[in-house]
């Protein structure tokens, strides 16, 4: 039972720095609203302290599937 609240607070601390190197790249105040962004934005933050061994992921393009006529 305890070996699951440890785990529980690796796994916020890790998305906490995650988010930290997000805003600290500017993702947050980036203008551009598309796909490509937003899978940007999610790497970086699951990456987490990964971000500052040098790991730099990003989207370069994405393709979303166009609805149905």
Known sequence: ????GI???I????L???VFATWQRGYFSNSE????AAGSIALTVV??????AGVNPTVASCNLPKPSQ
């Open 47 to 52: 990456a987490g302290p990964l971000n500052y």
């Open 7 to 9: 785990l529980g607070a």
């Open 11 to 14: 796994v916020i601390i890790w």
């Open 1 to 4: 039972m305890r070996g699951r």
């Open 33 to 36: 609203a598309n796909c490509a």
């Open 16 to 18: 906490a720095i995650g």
